[in-house]
Each structure stands twice: as structure tokens, then as C-alpha cells.
């Protein structure tokens, strides 16, 4: 995942990874990679290039053959497992919308996540998800055992590191934003799934009311991207797209921000949320799949179905001081109930509860 601009997954990666050395423990980590691997912070953590970014090759050849040759005890992965491993696997889910909301989808991606990740949970020793709603869909959809699916929650990530104002401000002009603009940020690709077309629909009602704020949504072009890019309509010049960006370029467009919205139909965790949060700006986002449990009461909510709902959730996130003074402060809160290092922990615990050399 690390370097492919996997966005959440990759976020989780370096994370786990992240959270992994700082514990200092009887265990190593062989990291397998195909790309730029940033260096290392703990010595118990070992790089191993893999022949190729094809996963046909990595899941074919390559990782059943570094299964024996490197004597592994556990072998970590996300969403597809090798078809072949001389050691049990660990395997994380994200989410399961390719199963519940297949509509979501290009065929081709529902094609091979519908074959391939039914496959693998039922192969793995255990599945590793990111939030209780999404362990509950796991269990209930695909009939695992409870005590073989493990909830462990993920982290802000990097972006939310602090920027002073003066570099945040170079960064978002040289994304081509006015860093003295004020706007309203989302962050999450393109895709039906992350409701940027109700959101845009409603910040252009807000627009249209007099409110003097641009909207910022950054993410890259995935299936029907289309769809939002012409949602902006006449509003094209207040609707901003900044495409992928790098962690610091997001940090600094969350340090400027004056709200940040979060309107996916469904979120399995919901890194950005707690990213904007770690910054203190106030989040209002959907009621739906993870986020009421990740956001708890540091969010205002809305209907993500409703176009009015999410109208009066920006309108008031952007007029009401007492509610962002509110929102801020148990925002800063909530983020820092999550850390990688207690991901780390319990992903750990999850590993020994399979090795066989726990076991003998």
C-alpha cells in the first residue's frame, strides 16, 4: 500500500507501522514493499522488496514463497491473501460496501473484491476490521465466528500534524487555493460513496443564501468522479478540487479551514474526521456506518440522504460560535482518544494469538 495513494489504507499501513516501534518487544516486523519505503524508526522492523507492484505476482508468487524462505510466523495483509501461506494470516478489512452497496462500485472492482475478499476471510486465522459497525457487518454477512473477527481502531494520520500559518499558506497557494479565502473542507476521493454530489448541492444552496465561503474537496477521480465535478455547476469558481494531495498539503488545507464536512453514506472509520479534529476545526459529518462511534459527541450530525439536513448543518457549523467553540474543544479531545501505538498493541496481541509458536 505505501507510495500507491491508497489514501485510508495506506494511512492505516504507516500507522500500524508507526505504532509497531514504538513498542519494545520480543517480536520483528519484516515489512514487504514494492515502492518508496520511508526509512524505519526501530530496528525490530526489516524492509524486504517484493519483485513487483502486480499483485498477481505478490499474492501468486511472491508472498507464498517469502511465507517459507523467511520463516514467518504470521503474515499480515489487507483485503486479499496469498493463495498460498506456510503460516497463518492475518487479514484486515477495511469495510465490506462491495458486499452491502454493490451499487457503489465499477464492475470491475466489484468483480474481483467480490470474489477475492469472501475468499480470504474464510482462509484467515483472524480478520482484523476498524470499527464495531464494520465487525458486526463482517460476522453478520459473511457468517465468521465472532472470535475469529477483531475490532482494532485506527488513528489520525499524518496529516494531522501542526503547520504554522505561514507554510500552510504556501502550500495552498501552490495547490492554487487563496489562502485568505475562507472555505469549508472535505476531504475523500471521488466516488459515489463519499456524497460529494448532496454536498456540493448544499453548499451551493448556502452560496446562492448569501453565505461568503468556498468549497474545498480534496481527493482524486474514481468511479463516476463525473458525476461531482459537474455537480459544481454555476458554482465552479467557489467549488475547489485539488486532486491527491501530500500529507503536508492536506495539513495545511485543514489548518485553514473553517469547517470540515464529512458527508459519506457510509464510513467504515473515518481517519479525516480525527485529522481535522487534531487541527481544532469544528467536523460536521454524516450519521452513518463508523462515524457516530469514531466522532461520539465532538460532531454535528446530519442526514447524509437528506439535502436539507446537510444545508442546516453547514449553515449553523459556520454561523454558530458557541457550537464551534464546543465542537473544537471536544474535538482536540475525541482525536487524541486514538493513538497507533494502542493499535499496535492489540494488533500484536492479535498476532500472537495465532502464531504457532505461541501455540506449542
Not at 459473511?142 to 503547520?163: K, L, Q, S, T, Y
Not at 470540515?260 to 479534529?277: D, K, S
Not at 487534531?278 to 459529518?285: A, E, K, Q
Request: with cysteine; net charge neutral.
Amino acid at each position: 500500500m505505501v507510495g500507491s495513494h491508497e489514501t485510508g489504507n495506506e494511512t492505516y499501513v504507516v500507522g500500524l507501522l508507526d505504532g509497531l516501534s514504538e513498542l519494545h518487544d520480543d517480536f520483528e516486523v519484516d515489512v514487504f514493499h514494492a515502492g518508496e519505503l520511508a526509512s524505519l524508526r526501530s530496528r525490530q522492523m526489516r524492509p524486504r522488496r517484493l519483485l513487483s507492484r502486480s499483485p498477481w505476482l505478490r499474492l501468486g508468487i511472491d508472498l507464498p514463497f517469502r511465507s517459507w524462505s523467511d520463516h514467518l510466523d504470521v503474515l499480515h495483509v489487507t483485503y486479499v491473501a496469498p493463495v498460498l501461506s506456510r503460516c497463518p494470516i492475518v487479514l484486515t478489512v477495511h469495510d465490506i460496501t462491495f458486499a452491502t452497496n454493490p451499487e457503489w462500485f465499477s464492475a470491475r472492482d466489484l468483480r474481483v473484491l467480490s470474489r477475492a475478499v469472501p475468499w480470504s476471510i474464510r482462509r484467515a486465522a483472524r480478520v482484523i476490521t476498524v470499527s464495531e459497525v464494520c465487525r458486526r457487518q463482517i460476522i453478520e454477512h459473511f457468517g465468521v465466528p465472532a472470535d475469529r473477527v477483531v475490532c482494532v481502531h485506527n488513528a489520525a494520520g499524518p496529516a494531522a500534524r501542526a503547520i504554522d500559518g505561514e507554510a500552510a499558506a504556501k502550500e495552498l497557494a501552490a495547490l492554487g487555493l487563496n489562502p485568505n479565502r475562507p472555505y469549508v473542507l472535505s476531504v475523500g476521493n471521488l466516488q459515489p460513496r463519499k456524497n460529494l454530489v448532496r454536498l456540493i448541492q448544499a453548499f451551493r444552496a448556502l452560496a446562492q443564501g448569501g453565505t461568503d465561503v468556498d468549497l474545498v474537496v480534496v481527493g482524486a477521480e474514481h468511479y463516476r468522479a463525473r458525476e461531482v465535478l459537474d455537480a459544481a455547476g454555476e458554482a465552479s469558481s467557489r467549488v475547489r478540487f485539488t486532486g491527491y494531495v501530500t500529507d503536508r498539503q492536506l495539513a495545511a488545507c485543514y489548518s485553514r479551514a473553517s469547517l470540515f464536512a464529512l458527508p459519506a453514506l457510509f464510513e467504515g472509520f473515518g481517519i479525516p474526521a480525527l485529522e481535522a479534529m487534531s487541527h481544532g476545526v469544528p467536523v460536521v459529518c454524516s450519521r452513518a456506518g463508523a462515524l457516530p462511534e469514531v466522532c461520539a459527541d465532538a460532531a454535528l450530525y446530519f442526514d447524509p440522504t437528506d439535502l436539507e439536513s446537510i444545508t442546516s448543518a453547514l449553515s449553523r457549523g459556520l454561523s454558530d460560535d458557541v457550537l464551534r467553540d464546543e465542537l473544537t474543544r471536544k474535538g482536540r479531545a475525541r482525536a487524541a482518544d486514538f493513538s497507533w501505538r494502542a493499535s499496535a498493541e492489540r494488533t500484536l496481541s492479535v498476532y500472537r494469538s495465532v502464531a504457532p509458536v505461541q501455540n506449542a
